[in-house]
């Protein structure tokens, strides 16, 4: 993770600003609960910066450990992180160990995972960008170790963008199992902005 205060993040915690930010807060809840008894769901929580995405990625860990009486073990994995840790272990035997081999591992393997910010490392989608083939396969591999196994992604970035992005083989494993569990912030404003 890149910032310390995603482990306060809670479901107390997240403003509900409007009818949108209500129903999606209820259905990470639920996702929360279907985690616990089990359940191996994908969902994906997509729409505009700032609307909440990561707070309830963390909330829904956050919730799944206390419910769980912390016998479930769970990651959150900021992707674009991610990314930079095992590019820079490219260069450095012990690092490279480290780094592919058991974070990644522990990824693969952990029961309930979040994986936040997908596409976070291309920058701007208006420039049409797409990932690197490196970029494709460290995801191709997450994601087919991860088919079954109780996942939440994050993005800014729509299912069009994130098909030409990844491509349809990444696409499809992402989608795998979400159908009730997307959750789209359409009209949620940044919260994390003020007026200047």
Not at 153 to 159: G, I, Q
Request: charged residues 25%; proline residues 2%; contains cysteine.
């Amino acid at each position: 993770i890149t910032d310390d205060a995603i482990w306060t993040f809670d479901f107390d915690g997240y403003k509900v600003v409007d009818q949108e930010t209500a129903q999606i807060k209820a259905m990470a809840q639920e996702w929360a609960k279907k985690i616990v008894s089990g359940s191996t769901i994908h969902a994906v929580i997509t729409g505009r910066t700032g609307a909440g995405k990561t707070h309830l990625g963390a909330a829904v860990i956050k919730e799944v450990m206390r419910a769980s009486n912390y016998k479930i073990a769970c990651s959150f994995i900021s992707y674009r992180e991610l990314l930079e840790q095992l590019k820079f272990a490219m260069n450095d035997p012990e690092a490279r160990k480290a780094v592919t081999g058991s974070l990644m591992a522990e990824i693969k393997k952990t029961d309930f995972v979040v994986i936040d910010d997908l596409g976070a490392e291309l920058g701007r989608m208006e420039e049409n960008n797409q990932a690197t083939p490196y970029d494709v396969d460290v995801l191709t591999s997450l994601t087919e170790a991860r088919l079954n196994k109780a996942t939440i992604f994050t993005t800014n970035l729509s299912s069009k963008q994130l098909k030409h992005a990844y491509g349809e083989r990444v696409f499809s494993r992402v989608m795998n199992g979400t159908k009730g569990n997307i959750a789209v912030f359409k009209t949620t404003t940044d919260k994390r902005r003020s007026p200047v």
